[in-house]
């Protein structure tokens, strides 16, 4: 406690933000950053730098003078821009006035949740999760109800009981969180169990709230099913997005949220006095992005499916490892047999291996144990953290 | 109501976002939009485009692969940059851990105010002050007491009453709000208060959150006071600053925070939950302005310095008008004799004039009939507002 206010009954911050609970993952990186000659596979984003047509339409942009005040929820552009992206790659008739563009993924999903949650609120949240959405629930003084997807050992695959979120909803439940395809399993949501959840939250007046940011990274299909797909028009249903993975933009803090038509007001007041929006110049990367992207993310995701063969024939033929072939995502998500502890395993990993993977307790309650590798890396560099990996744990 | 969920019987929203207060200054915003050939001098920028050299500078950083995530308070080199930058300019010797990087000055406030008031806790606002102070207000479900600042008509300038703002402190008092320099008055606070303020408030446990975005927009001197300048390293001060103002970054969405270096870790954690910090390469184009920009800066001061002759010359001698000559910032601030309702007043300028300003109501509940302009334009294009202004109210 600082000298001057010592003599100060109340604490200086809110108690809820003071007493927030630990970040594992970030603690687990932050470890590993003070280490020399650490790889680090422990971030959610890939190697490579935003592709040049990209940066170059920001810069011309910025050229152009576009560096004045914009739209709190947008380019009108980018907002078209994107709609029309909906209906080429989704088939989707979305139109520009219910997609928001926001100043990153984690701002359209924080957005989302100041405009649904109130303090003692319920949040019921697939695991495992998104430590950022939990996090985000807790400083809007809400709680979190966690069901966890599960582990099939028999199929060696993730599997979500959908009966268990229809029983953790209760009358204070105000949404259902949850990332699709999902982080850091790989699990993607089946458009049949869509279907049947939003039927539920219709009935319920329960909000829907799906980060769909890995919706281009699946493996042997253009895209993976999204809420979009099944709701109607004026669902209670925010879809979280962004430009961060599939075009590898993770610094850019750009994103956009597809909400019913009538949240455009509410998280239009909300964004004004929260952030103002995005950049106006970046957004012009983000229309190039969508517009002649598609040859990028096909090679991302080649480059990503050879890295999953190489890490199912290495780790996957492990005797002591169970990991399910990721369908989705650039993660591995596995389990070391008789490596319980996963704070303990990932800082054995640094400090033995050199190499920086995530502690799957940052996830969820019931991830404890659970390690995550993020391989949208060079096949040199997966492979030489593999290598780091067995000296650990043995081949 | 949309119909799938007309049968719900609560809200789809949380209350408190469903009720906000209107935004006038938005509204007649908007209203000019609407119209051909309207001149606006009613939102907050100037017209210059960013410099090249930091527009360059962020263009490079693009180049250089700075695509990746970053630090969530911002690159190492910059919060060193601004530190050095307030050294060099302020005499401060404020290290790189007690300046936060953020995605806004908005998003300064927005991480400030969230992390000091709960519901119910009560905000001291000193008005006029910018409408977004009110609205986070409002978001956080915390009330604002307002204390105006006075307009003293025989000496024909602005002044604050402090006792009244001491008296208007409670028990449940968590914050005192300020824009100094002042936006829209010009006004600002002397040293002398600073230190009467900042007295009062360690001895009640008072954050200040002062938004000093003009402090290098004053008249006659390099900068204006700061409250860094009398308080100690631990007091419960959080100073708002951005790169908008003075170095014409408005689309940039950059700012930062300077707190007590005990605040580092709870403003990370909710930047982390909230938006995960600035765009990384957009960072290099501010270590280029605030290491390079000095000479920018008093270029804009000396044509802002002579649109205000050119003001007083014309609106200063109106028969109707009163109006304090700016003493800082790029704000006139004026009434016109008959005109009381500034609603009214400014669409009669829109419709009739073909001029869009800001009606004072917007900047709090004791400014009504004034009227804000924005004089950050060329000479020209005032002369010309100031020619439509002229036929709706006289010569």
Redesign the interface.
Known sequence: M????KN???A???????D?SE?KG?NILRYGWGKPDVISLG?G?GCA??PDFI?DA??QA??D??????PVLGQPALRKEISDYYKRIFDLDLPSNRIFIT??G??AM?LAL??????GDEAVAVTPIWK?LL??V??AEAHTVQVAIDYIEDENRWLLDLDRVFDACTEKTKAILIVTPSNPTGWYMCENHMKRLIDFT?ER?I?IVSDEVYNRAVYGKPRAPSFLDVA?????LLVINSFSKSW???????GWLVG?A??ED?IR??A???????????QFGGIQAVKEGEDFIQEQMDQWQSNIEMLMARLGKNPRVKIARPRSTFYAFFKVDGEEDCIAFTKKLIDEGGVSLTPGCAFGEECKGWIRLCFAVSPEKLSKAIDRIEKVIGA
């Open positions: 600082p000298e001057t206010i100060i009954s109340r200086p911050f809110r108690r809820v933000v003071q927030l970040n970030a971030q984003e730098p935003t940066a920001c810069a910025m050229r003078g576009k560096t004045h005040y914009g100043a990153s984690t701002t924080h100041t405009s649904i949650l109130d303090a950022n996090g985000a807790e400083v219709r007046g909000w109607e028009d004026d669902d209670l590898a933009m993770t610094g850019w803090r750009l019913p009538f949240a509410v007041d909300i004004l006095y929260d952030n103002m929006g995005p950049p106006t110049f970046t």
